[in-house]
């Protein structure tokens, strides 16, 4: 799953390679990950076109079927309103619409990936917390130059340490 970050061109790295390992990849956008990466490209990455809402022809239990199917459910990029869109249940969409109805059934990964401000605010730190007590796996950020201009925490990770991070998860 895909949130608005200008970090999803990472995303679609790791998507890239893990088709390339043989796993079978299903994505989801928000919109707003819609404003830096098009369709196009994760269908072509993937064979498949993105889920992007919950109301789309032939896909109306999404939400349900994509939480039973998937062996690992990964957010990345996870923008600062993501993670505090679940951390406080808020069904916005159809990220947030499988993570209420997988309910921990099979393990949520999240990568942030934000502005350093964000990252530390007390909302987004209350956040990454209550996540972590209910058993969400939070990967940590990297530090260095931030597409804002600023450098600092918050950076997504390396697509080749994500990679291994996933596969890793998938293994065990």
């Not at 895909?2 to 043989?22: M, P, W």
């Not at 993937?46 to 939400?63: D, K, L």
Request: negative net charge; contains cysteine.
């Amino acid at each position: 799953m895909l949130s608005g970050s200008i970090a999803c061109y990472k995303a679609c790295d790791v998507i890239s390679q893990l088709v390339k390992s043989g796993n079978t990849v299903k994505t989801v956008c928000s919109q707003s990950a819609l404003q830096f990466i098009g369709p196009a490209t994760l269908e072509g990455l993937t064979g498949e076109a993105p889920y992007t809402t919950s109301f789309e022809g032939n896909r109306m239990m999404s939400h349900i079927d994509l939480a039973r199917w998937a062996d690992l459910i990964v957010l990345c990029p996870a923008s600062a309103h993501s993670i505090n869109a679940l951390a406080h249940g808020v069904g916005d969409g159809l990220i947030a619409d499988i993570f209420l109805s997988n309910n921990f059934q099979k393990k949520f990964m999240i990568a942030p990936a934000m502005n350093t401000q964000m990252l530390l605010h007390p909302a987004t730190q209350q956040s990454l917390e209550q996540l972590r007590k209910w058993g969400t796996i939070i990967l940590d950020t990297d530090s260095g130059s931030l597409a804002c201009g600023e450098k600092g925490e918050g950076r997504l990770l390396a697509p080749s340490i994500l990679l291994e991070k996933i596969l890793m998860e998938l293994k065990s």
